[in-house]
């Protein structure tokens, strides 16, 4: 099967690896070639380590690297019978490569976009054919994360549905079925985690460090909030937050926070970008409980 995959960032890499780990062909399309090149080099690192772990032989090494083609022209798509889109958070965007990549896939491929919180009828109202378009947001590390939220939009054909959840199932994860609404399932769970961490914060009844260390030493979160967030991105985790406000009306519950919004300006985008709340480039200076 060949599979295209837009967006090489955080989520497109590791879903690629995912798909060539399965055994299929992948078209790996990014407008951006400093990041074509820089998932290339992760991707060889990731598959490295699992060698030294020996869960990887350097055999199937090669062959995952070797199935990738890493693509700055959206034309390689010609041949991809499922499309994901892992690109920015921005509906317009969003919108306008899916109109694109119409153009050049058959007419039966199928095309999902990794949106975690746009709304899939809108993306897919994009398309002459939105029948053949859903959600399928995978969670970050994508390889390492078994939950795949698939989403129906009101326009997505039954058997579209059914035949992507079984692969995805095929892959080895655990799809779950989730409505069309703002954050889906994990999100929309997730914003007051952020939000209250947040409010904490910038009220200052304690500080980045005592929060993460009394939600993962305490409360047994794997991550604390501000390490979460800093290994999602300050860029994805802010927008997500602001759609998801404007979708609920401007419930308060899901209220942004400027703190993050400066973070996000400032391009402190958090591990990818080496600075958020810790600093990753040095990081004996990060404040401790
Ligand atoms: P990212 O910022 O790491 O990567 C996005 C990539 O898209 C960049 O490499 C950029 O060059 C590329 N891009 C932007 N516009 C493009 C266009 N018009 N055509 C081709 N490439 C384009 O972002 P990330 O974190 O991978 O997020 C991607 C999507 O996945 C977003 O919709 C996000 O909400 C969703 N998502 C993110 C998660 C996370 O933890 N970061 C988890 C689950 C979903």
């Known amino acids: 099967m060949v599979i295209g995959v837009i967006g090489a960032g955080t989520m497109g890499s590791g879903i690629a690896q995912i798909a060539s780990t399965q055994g299929c062909q992948v078209v790996l399309f990014?407008?951006?070639?400093?990041?074509?090149?820089?998932?290339?080099?992760?991707?060889?690192?990731?598959?490295?380590?699992?060698?030294?772990?020996?869960?990887?032989?350097?055999?199937?090494?090669?062959?995952?690297?070797?199935?990738?083609?890493?693509?700055?022209?959206?034309?390689?798509f010609k041949t991809a019978e499922f499309c994901i889109e892992a690109i920015i958070e921005d509906l317009e965007v969003k919108q306008q490569v899916f109109k694109d990549l119409e153009q050049i896939i058959s007419k039966d491929a199928v095309i999902a976009t990794n949106t975690s919180s746009l709304s899939i009828a809108s993306i897919a109202s994009a398309l002459k054919h939105p029948e053949r378009c859903l959600g399928v947001h995978f969670f970050n590390p994508a390889p390492l994360m078994p939950l795949v939220e698939i989403i129906p939009a009101v326009q997505t054909d039954k058997i579209v549905f059914d035949q992507i959840f079984e692969m995805i199932k095929s892959w080895g994860k655990t799809p779950v079925r989730a409505k069309d609404t703002p954050g889906f399932i994990v999100n929309r769970v997730a914003r007051p985690f952020y939000g209250e961490a947040l409010r904490i914060l910038e009220e200052?009844?304690?500080?980045?460090?005592?929060?993460?260390?009394?939600?993962?030493?305490?409360?047994?979160?794997?991550?604390?909030?501000?390490?979460?967030?800093?290994?999602?991105?300050?860029?994805?985790?802010?927008?997500?937050?602001?759609?998801?406000?404007?979708?609920?009306?401007?419930?308060?519950?899901?209220?942004?926070?400027?703190?993050?919004?400066?973070?996000?300006?400032?391009?402190?985008?958090?591990?990818?970008?080496?600075?958020?709340?810790?600093?990753?480039?040095?990081?004996?200076?990060?404040?401790?409980?």
């Open 204 to 289: 200052d009844i304690a500080d980045v460090a005592t929060i993460d260390w009394a939600m993962t030493a305490l409360g047994h979160f794997k991550m604390g909030p501000f390490q979460l967030m800093d290994f999602i991105g300050h860029d994805v985790n802010y927008a997500v937050t602001e759609t998801v406000f404007k979708a609920f009306y401007y419930d308060p519950r899901y209220k942004p926070s400027f703190t993050q919004k400066r973070l996000a300006e400032a391009g402190y985008l958090g591990r990818k970008t080496g600075k958020g709340f810790y600093d990753y480039n040095n990081e004996s200076i990060n404040p401790k409980p």
């Open 30 to 76: 990014d407008k951006n070639p400093k990041v074509l090149q820089q998932s290339k080099e992760k991707l060889e690192k990731i598959l490295n380590r699992l060698i030294e772990k020996s869960r990887l032989t350097e055999e199937e090494k090669l062959d995952i690297i070797n199935r990738i083609t890493y693509s700055k022209d959206l034309k390689d």
